[in-house]
């Protein structure tokens, strides 16, 4: 399956954007829908996912009640909803999909299906 990550920008602290993640060329429900971002200088981390079994989401403690991740089988589209955006959220974010187990949904070695990346850049 083939990713393109959009809807990244430049917002001031406190705004929103939604990223959008549009897959092709596989069978999109059948994969675990993965947002990852990298900020200049750090490793990659998990932000959100969700499960393809039942599309249950978890994430990242420091996107908790503002981030919301969520998708579209009909238009084969993932989304992450980003609300009172921090300067600390900048970073180039990176849709994924796979097939991890449990215990390494949040691991960027457990996914095989990688989106370009978008640019999210908060300012103070």
């Known amino acids: 399956v083939q990713l393109q990550a959009s809807g990244g920008g430049l917002v001031q602290a406190g705004g929103s954007l939604r990223l959008s993640c549009a897959a092709s060329?596989?069978?999109?429900?059948?994969?675990?829908l993965t947002w990852f971002r990298q900020a200049p200088g750090k490793e990659r981390e998990f932000v959100a996912t969700?499960?393809?079994?039942?599309?249950?989401?978890y994430y990242t403690d420091s996107v908790k009640g503002r981030f919301t991740i969520s998708r579209d089988i009909r238009e084969n589209t993932m989304y992450l909803q980003m609300n009172s955006l921090k300067p600390e959220d900048t970073a180039v974010y990176y849709c994924?999909?796979?097939?991890?187990?449990?215990?390494?949904?949040?691991?960027?070695?457990?996914?095989?299906?990688w989106g370009q990346g978008t640019q999210v850049t908060v300012s103070s």
């Open positions: 969700i499960l393809r079994n039942n599309n249950n989401a």
């Open positions: 994924a999909a796979g097939r991890p187990i449990l215990s390494s949904l949040a691991s960027k070695n457990a996914y095989y299906h």
């Open positions: 060329g596989g069978t999109f429900r059948s994969y675990t």
